[in-house]
């Protein structure tokens, strides 16, 4: 770190409100605590950005900081509580990147479309919601393979305009119902017997799209209706990433014959002093069984369950079943 103010932006710095805190894992990251006003510098990628606090310059993660002037366009203490504002939340799925990113997961795909497929005779003439509906794609899969009476694919993006097409382009007009609106301002005209969603973000909780779903829960499922996914659960397991060690540290003991050695403390610095985001194990890479931190009942969980929740890990897994 610097305790002078090189390596700033050519324009002023954008003051920022830390969201939680944040304990640095090398010296040239900056450690703070929750509401702590921190002055942005730089923004060298979207993860990293360079800070300023209490006359003392280093990288900072950019998920943990809000603007302040953004911040002020909601209560102060709602602002602090939700690391997203709305209108940021529901812009980011109103474009195709986020959407195409999980299309793209098959394995996540898939495991809806199989459960839909599985139990199709228990879902005929059934009422179903798919809440936080994004394209259609459960809606769909349910209109095709289970027969409900009716699906209610709701969307608070404004991505629901094109679900509208795909439903329609998939001849599901008779059977899907889009609707644009949050979850939490959704009407129904009648309750539904099957609520389902895909709800889970990073390490299970991050976007907490499961308060809006435990709110439609209680607000739409019938008594003895069902949820998918039911339960969930957040676990813990060491780790290592041998493949990406030899691509970024191995690599440089002799590459073309020759010795390089000497740079490989420098890339250890440059490339294993910050946290690696979404980084791609195989089950080999496990070093010992995981460990459930988190475990959730979706039938019983409430929201104030989430709120007390405070756990430390080093990398987690995301575990749900139908």
Known sequence: MQSDKEGGDDGCPEECIALSDFTGSGSDQLAFTSKDKLLVHAKPSSDWWWAELHGVIGYVPASYLRPVGAAKERDEETCLEDPWQDEEYFASYGTLRLHLEMLSDKSRTEAYRQVIFTNSASLRNKVVMDLGCGT?????????????????AVEASSIAEYTRQLVKQNDCEEVVTVLQGRAEETELPVQVDVLVSEWMGNCLLFEFMVESVLLARDRWLRKGGVMWPSSAALALVPCQAESYYAEKIAFWEQPYGLDFTPLQPL??????TKPKFSHLIDPSDCLSAPCDIITMDMYTLQVEDLEVWCVPWIHCLVHCSF
Do not use: D, H, R
Not at 136 to 152: D, E
Not at 267 to 272: L, S, T
């Open 136 to 152: 259609g794609i459960i809606s769909l899969f349910c209109a095709q393979l289970s027969q409900p009476s009716v699906v209610y």
């Open 267 to 272: 890339a250890q610095k440059e490339f294993f």
